[in-house]
């Protein structure tokens, strides 16, 4: 997006120009929202801790019924993510089998089918293979959900897995064109996650939905932010297997030319097209916080489930920025005691909207600021602020 202040309709209308607030409201209660097994929702969270640890961790403070839908979504999207991903999937075969997944969410396929011409093609992960096999349970358990459910889930799949088709064209070593070609796979892999889980937030509690707007508003910049401390993180894992999405444009100012990036001798200029990104990353970050502060406090698990993350993503990228002549993903990720640290703060400070600003101030220290626009040239406005707040950061500062 933009380094200007952007309208709403920029930040819910979707690619295929649906938004996330289309689907009415639900009530999530306990014999409303779901009719699914205590055997299923088990099974689900066991499939959940096989193939996202980190995830299935952050999952664990939503109460019972929100839990199962959030859960569901994300093995729905872990499917299409399979898809995307597979070494031994070719492009035709990932664009079918993204459109027949499409399908079967929305009931127009049949799961079984769907499972066992997907899972013996796979190579990847045996717990991505399970799962894909275990796709007829999983879409059971989703049509357990209320209608409403169900819409915003399918709305998260169609997007995800018809934009990941899309972005597998442009997937090589030489990188994205651009950052707007960065913005638009970060959204259909990661932002529309954040517009699908804020829906389902405000359907589990009034206190939500009558802030939505300011969390619509934040939602995709949230999943961004995440998405790209992830694509830093795994930039060298990334190339070794033939796939590049940091964006061009970023990198030739620098004198880097990412075709011919090689991982034992990066040229002088890549240390610094790196830090551009992460400029860019802590704004969207500054947004996730500025989520999280929107919403009731009172939502404490809600609250605890989108802080872990958040803080997970902050450590993350200050290693990131700290040793940029890293070479694998390994080096800067954070040891198991700092995320039970990083859990155990940030719990302990969500309720109070004060500490959390001033912990996410003492975090990001050092870290660049967003690239800021200059005067009205044209190239300027193609830089992503990740400031959905026009202009100041979470705790009310303004951008440098």
């Not at 729905?76 to 027949?100: H, K, N, V």
């Not at 444009?249 to 990104?277: I, K, N, Y």
């Not at 009205?376 to 705790?395: E, L, M, Y």
Request: aromatic share 6%; glycine share 10%; with cysteine.
């Amino acid at each position: 997006m933009a380094a200007r202040e952007r309208s709403d309709a920029e930040y819910t209308a979707a690619p295929d120009g649906s938004r996330p607030g289309e689907a009415a409201a639900f009530g999530l209660s306990d014999d409303g929202m779901t009719r699914i097994s205590r055997a299923d929702a088990i099974w689900q969270r066991r499939a959940l801790d096989g193939v996202a640890r980190t995830f299935a961790l952050t999952v664990r403070p939503l109460p019972g019924p929100l839990r199962d839908a959030v859960s569901n979504l994300y093995l729905l999207c872990r499917i299409a993510d399979t898809i995307e991903d597979d070494p031994a999937l070719s492009q035709g075969q990932r664009s079918a089998f993204a459109r027949r997944l499409v399908r079967a969410v929305e009931g127009r396929e049949d799961a079984p089918s769907f499972a066992r011409d997907l899972a013996p093609r796979l190579a990847g992960a045996r717990s991505d293979r399970d799962l894909v096999a275990a796709a007829p349970r999983l879409l059971a358990i989703t049509s357990g959900f209320d209608a409403s459910v169900r819409d915003a889930m399918r709305r998260c799949v169609r997007i995800m897995a018809r934009g990941m088709v899309r972005s597998a064209r442009d997937r090589g070593r030489g990188g994205l064109a651009d950052l707007e070609a960065l913005d638009r796979y970060c959204y259909v892999v990661a932002g529309v996650v954040g517009e699908s889980l804020t829906a389902l937030y405000v359907g589990a509690s009034p206190a939500v939905a009558r802030r939505r707007r300011g969390l619509d508003l934040r939602a995709r910049s949230f999943g961004q932010g995440l998405q790209m401390v992830n694509i830093l993180k795994d930039t060298w894992e990334d190339r070794r297997r033939g796939v590049c999405w940091l964006p061009r444009t970023v990198f030739q100012p620098h004198g880097v030319d990412l075709a011919r990036l090689d991982a034992e001798a990066p040229p002088p200029g890549f240390a610094a097209g790196m830090a551009d990104l992460v400029g860019i990353t802590r704004g969207h970050l500054d947004d996730a916080l500025d989520y999280v502060v929107r919403l009731p406090r009172r939502e404490v698990g809600i609250r605890w489930s989108c802080l872990w993350p958040l803080a997970l993503a902050v450590l993350t990228l200050r290693r990131i920025h700290r040793r940029p002549d890293f070479r694998s993903g390994a080096e800067v990720k954070i040891s198991r005691r700092s995320v039970y640290g990083a859990v155990a703060v940030s719990s302990l400070l969500a309720g109070s909207n004060r500490a959390l600003a001033l912990l996410y101030r003492v975090l990001t220290r050092g870290l660049p600021w967003p690239p800021a626009p200059t005067g009205s040239s044209p190239a300027a406005d193609r830089w992503p602020s990740g400031t959905a707040n026009g202009g100041t950061g979470p705790d009310g500062r303004k951008r440098r």
